[in-house]
């Protein structure tokens, strides 16, 4: 079992940039494939990077060269820094682990199905 709490978000005008945390605990010493997601009212929640011990980190078309995914395995944490962010990135922001590493899920590593763990979400409001 592990818990993820998110924190970071707010309200940020269109070109500024915003960095959002996730605190992990509970059964940290496992490796998990940690990712970031994001859900509007009108979209499915959507995978937008994920970041595991093994290999570099992935990201989704409309977020990379954009976004950057880290974590601090001393402390726990997971990062999403955000920068040059758009209107359309406003969504709530979701942490997720999921067993094993990112690598196992192949080209479905932006599958929800394969995160068992889930923060509560934090939101990130871009203002044109």
């Known amino acids: 079992q592990v818990q993820l709490v998110e924190s970071g978000g707010g309200s940020v005008q269109a070109g500024g940039s915003v960095r959002l945390s996730c605190a992990a605990s509970?059964?940290?010493?496992?490796?998990?494939?940690m990712g970031w997601f994001r859900q509007t009212a009108d979209k499915e929640r959507e995978g937008i990077a994920v970041?595991?011990?093994?290999?570099?980190?992935r990201y989704a078309d409309a977020v990379r060269g954009r976004f950057t995914i880290s974590k601090d395995n001393d402390k726990n944490i997971l990062y999403l820094q955000m920068d040059s962010l758009k209107a359309e990135d406003t969504a709530m922001y979701y942490c997720?682990?999921?067993?094993?590493?990112?690598?196992?899920?192949?080209?479905?590593?932006?599958?929800?199905?394969?995160?068992?763990?889930w923060g509560q979400g934090t939101q990130v409001t871009v203002s044109s």
């Open positions: 997720a682990a999921g067993w094993g590493g990112c690598s196992a899920y192949g080209s479905s590593w932006s599958d929800r199905k394969n995160f068992g763990y």
């Open positions: 970041v595991d011990n093994e290999r570099e980190p």
């Open positions: 509970g059964s940290t010493q496992i490796d998990y494939c």
